[in-house]
């Protein structure tokens, strides 16, 4: 049998064990304290994202808004004999309301487009029941639906803090705030559900899930602490809600555009001034055929009207024919009426919403032989 060698036992000295451990116990702390920091870090880094504003700090920066203005009367509006009068030109009163929050201690707030236009006077109502008058308009970019405003006070006013719009991801928590149907302002919240791109891949629109409802265009999409949309419109019955990103907001509050333009000269009610603001933008010459009978002869033009755009339809033929002129959407109904029975000129004026849309310009022909006609669509550029 074969004897295995012996090995001599080392026996380390006491001391050189107390050192080992003592080294082993400082290596074990250390690691310690460095997943603390890490916990912290990542603890604190969460708490930033998951933060918000107070309640009390959100009452002081976002406003409910108040707007009297005109809208148009498209020939609609009915006459003596109860049906549509056919004044196609015709400026009616007109309230409605939206939602705004403080970008500059000025009393400077953003709001939508479709929220400030065609408006004469508005109100900036804070929740403690302040109001304040907002006599001037700052600048707007109608294709982004921004507007920015200035309200008229002797005093400074907290304001919000503006994000990055270009960080903001897919399921990030989000708060609506705003000023739904008029009842002052109410917080939802919610997360980013889409982020939409234009083909130059610039973000366009976020979308998410914090309910909002007609009054809450123009109020604020929060992030955290900092305002990274503003709200423009939901999609019913579907419960998902368009924000405008922040970063298109920027280029609009810088200096070049510190100026004050008062309501009533931005969005004039003369209808000469109106007319001067025309741009035409299509037109078509042609014949409309002779009636028959009872029914006249009608021509139908496709037209496209593009969001938040008001149009001017125009049509012309020789003086003492029998026209008129009406507008009809998608699903054939009458939008504009004029009649232009006896006259050289005849315009309809009609609003367009958020909403891109595809109408019909009829022009009706009740005499009995062909008459040529000239029809062109402008849009107004406030």
């Known amino acids: 049998m074969q004897r295995l060698p012996q090995t001599k036992l080392q026996i380390t000295p006491k001391s050189v064990q107390k050192e080992v451990t003592m080294k082993r116990n ?4 250390s690691l310690a304290c460095c997943v603390m920091l890490v916990l912290f870090t990542v603890h604190s880094s969460f708490g930033a994202q998951d933060a918000s504003p107070s309640n009390a700090s959100l009452k002081q920066r976002n406003v409910a808004i108040k ?13 003596q004999n109860g049906k549509a009068n056919g004044d196609g030109v015709q400026l009616v009163e007109e309230s409605w309301t939206g939602s705004g929050f ?55 006013f907290p304001y919000v803090s ?14 609506a705030v705003g000023n739904p149907l008029g009842m002052g302002i109410n917080v939802t919240e919610g997360k980013i559900s889409q ?16 309910t909002i409802a007609p009054g809450n265009s123009g109020g604020s999409l929060y992030q955290g602490m900092q305002v990274v949309g503003v709200n423009v419109r939901g999609t019913p019955p579907y419960e998902f809600y368009e924000a405008v990103p922040i970063n ?9 555009y510190n100026k004050m333009i008062p309501l009533e000269s931005a969005f004039p009610t003369n209808l000469e001034a109106i007319l001067k603001k025309a741009k035409q ?78 109408v019909n310009i009829n022009v009706l022909n009740y005499a009995q032989i062909p008459v040529k006609f000239g029809v062109s669509v402008n849009t107004i550029t406030w």
Do not use: C, W
Request: avoid cysteine; proline fraction near 5%; charge should be neutral.
């Open 195 to 210: 982020i939409v791109r234009d083909d130059n891949g610039r973000r366009t629109s976020l979308r998410h899930t914090a």
């Open 281 to 358: 933008v299509d037109a078509k010459n042609g014949e409309v055929p002779a009636a028959t009978g009872n029914d006249p002869g009608v021509v139908s033009i496709p037209a496209d009207f593009y969001p938040l755009e008001d149009i001017m339809v125009l049509l012309q033929a020789q003086k003492g024919q029998d026209l008129a002129l009406i507008v009809t959407d998608a699903q054939n109904k009458p939008i504009g009426y004029g009649d232009a029975r006896g006259i050289e000129i005849e315009a309809v004026l009609l609003p367009n919403d958020v909403n891109f849309k595809k």
């Open 248 to 256: 298109r907001v920027k280029p609009l509050l810088t200096e070049q």
């Open 26 to 29: 400082s290596a074990l702390l």
């Open 67 to 79: 707007v009297y203005g005109f809208g148009f009367g498209s020939g609609l509006q009915p006459g």
């Open 102 to 156: 403080l970008v500059k201690n000025d009393g400077t707030l953003v709001t939508n487009y479709h929220v400030a236009r065609r408006a004469l006077r508005a109100q900036a109502v804070f929740d403690d029941g302040s109001a304040y008058q907002i006599p001037y308009i700052r600048v707007y970019d109608n294709f982004a639906d921004i507007a920015v405003l200035k309200i008229r006070a002797n005093k400074k």
């Open 162 to 175: 503006l994000g990055d719009s270009d960080k903001v991801e897919v399921r990030d928590a989000v708060l």
